[in-house]
């Protein structure tokens, strides 16, 4: 069973400032598996990214992903006031199987 | 323009039955690969079930045998019968539709809240 492990727990940044947030599996994935969510508060979440690299309709082009293997990593260029929330990475396995990672909160510094 | 909207959740105590229903509209549920994530109070998100377009059901170990998913074509909405709850059952259950292919949900409802407790 895959596990996700996503760091750091909480990033504190400063808006302007850049955000590399990073997703590990416990073993080796295919990239056309993983996506990344973003969650604001007593919102639902949203997509951003999936098949690591590919942004969703309508999310702007401050946010990327990248990664291989079992890294990957979500980026946000310049971090504007409606970034700080929490994000998730999520893997799409077999049976099938959605396994999401733990979260990573991004808070104003 | 897609909506989810969820419906059906409440207060139920430990043993309890209880059926959350989401209207879908903008798309066809019959089409669409459709799932259930859960968020308990304060935690992270948790995937529950999903229906394939074709039909497929599939559960996460939690909640199999005891949770049932179903969507009823004509009327657009998908369902998730909950049965033999438990307090850890107790969340924030959202309706999500996939984006492209079933590898993701890129359309999700506003959640309704189920609380089980005695």
């Known amino acids: 069973e895959i596990v996700l492990t996503q760091s750091p727990g909480t990033l504190s940044l400063s808006p302007g400032e850049r955000a590399t947030l990073s997703c590990r599996a416990s073993e080796s994935i295919s990239s056309s598996d993983l996506a990344w969510y973003q969650q604001r508060p007593g919102q639902a979440p949203r997509l951003l990214i999936f098949g690591a690299f590919a942004r969703a309709t309508g999310i702007p082009d401050r946010f990327s992903g990248s990664g291989s293997g079992s890294d990957f990593t979500l980026t946000i260029s310049r971090l504007e006031p409606e970034d700080f929330a929490v994000y998730y990475c999520q893997h799409y396995g077999g049976s099938p199987k959605y396994t999401l990672g733990q979260g990573t909160k991004l808070e104003i510094k | 323009e897609v909506q989810l909207v969820e419906a059906g959740g409440g207060l139920v105590q430990p043993g309890g039955s209880l059926r959350l229903s989401c209207a879908a509209s903008?798309?066809?549920?019959?089409?669409?690969?459709m799932g259930w994530v859960r968020q308990a109070p304060g935690k992270g998100l948790e995937w529950v079930s999903v229906?394939?377009?074709?039909?497929?059901?599939y559960y996460s170990d939690s909640v199999k045998g005891r949770f049932t998913i179903s969507r009823d074509n004509s009327k657009n909405t998908l369902s998730l019968q909950m049965n033999s709850l438990r307090v850890e059952d107790t969340a924030i259950y959202y309706c999500?539709?996939?984006?492209?292919?079933?590898?993701?949900?890129?359309?999700w409802g506003q959640g309704t809240l189920v609380t089980v407790s005695s």
């Open positions: 999500a539709r996939d984006y492209v292919s079933p590898a993701r949900f890129g359309y």
């Open positions: 903008g798309f066809s549920v019959s089409y669409s690969h």
């Open positions: 229906i394939h377009e074709r039909g497929d059901t």
